[in-house]
């Protein structure tokens, strides 16, 4: 049964997503129709540069993500807190930035005389515009609507693009919000489209990687295109404005991943798991198979034991999917507390 969109995204549990677009029948985003002979790699860009404005207007931060050949992944934050910091007129310029704007609000900008009741309805505009800046729905909405203009415009049709509505996953945890990056992260390797992290084209990993080879403080400083959020540094390791853990920590992981994803054994050596499972109380040879098969895991959450049954029962439900799976994958996790404990980045 379809759920509306305010029951899967809950800024109260978390503000980590997995978000999921799939093209509709066999439409192309950006890959190659081997029956026409057609390529659609250019798109790439288009897409890039979405992100790259989105990003950039709303307060919405990008984690991870893939483009794919007829589907895309992103691991987003939504960084709430930021709406409410900005000024009436930032909210505005933001806004016109996507949108053109009534006139009413174009005279506002210039500075004109607002004649009796306009500057209340300016206002109402405003505070309409600042909740949407900040909406998950909005962002994608706005993302996905201008890719299947454009699509559709060189396709010479019109129609859905899309197959629906954007697949969402909640990350409750530290160790979900990795897991599903590395899940996004790994895409190409696992689809045989890429060979290494290196020539995994527009994925996050591959941005970082380059952009780390031309500035070694870059993973703690953002700057990517598209911008993406910031991991954690030593001098700052409990900041709320970045990754819960170190760049270094999460590139030994996805490294060690994608050496196995290639291997019939995928399995890791006892004592020689990723230092990040380890600090996360994550099973390193259940996550390896969770990474591999993410989506028939978990539905609509990703997390401890602990935090499905919370955020369950925050939801009225009496049953959720992924508790079987999350009881083996935060195996040590349930046995130490401690490794799930409370995070206040993560909502309650």
Known sequence: MTRARSSLVSLSDTPYYH??????????????????????AHRRAWVR??????TDVFAIDL???ALMSNHYHLVVCVASERVHAWTDR????????????????????????????EDDAVARLIETWRERLGDLSWFMRCLNESIARQANAE??????????????QALLDSGALATAM?????????????????????????ARLRETQRNPHAHAAGGFPPRLRPFQDSDHPAASDCLPYR?????????????????????FVPGDAPRLLVALGIAANEWMATVVR????????????SRLRRYARSKGRRWLRGVTAASKLYAAATASPALVAADPRFGR
């Open 155 to 168: 396709d010479g049709c019109t129609g859905r693009f899309w197959e629906g509505r954007f697949k969402t």
């Open 49 to 54: 540069e979405r992100l790259t404005l989105l």
């Open 90 to 117: 930032e909210v505005v310029d933001r806004w016109l930035r996507v949108f053109k704007g009534p006139e009413l609000i174009h005279r506002y900008r210039r500075g004109d005389a607002l004649a009796e009741g």
């Open 182 to 206: 590395a899940y996004v992260d790994l895409n190409p390797l696992r689809a045989g489209a890429a060979a290494s992290l290196e020539t995994s084209d527009d994925t996050s990993i591959q």
């Open 63 to 65: 984690c991870a993500y």
């Open 19 to 40: 978000c999921i677009c799939r093209c509709v029948r066999r439409a192309f985003l950006c890959g190659e129709d081997a029956v026409s002979g057609r390529s659609f």
């Open 294 to 305: 993410l989506d028939r895991c978990f539905n609509v959450v990703i997390g401890a034991p």
């Open 247 to 267: 760049f270094d920590d999460y590139v030994d992981l996805v490294r060690q991943a994608s050496g196995r994803l290639s291997e019939q054994e995928r399995s």
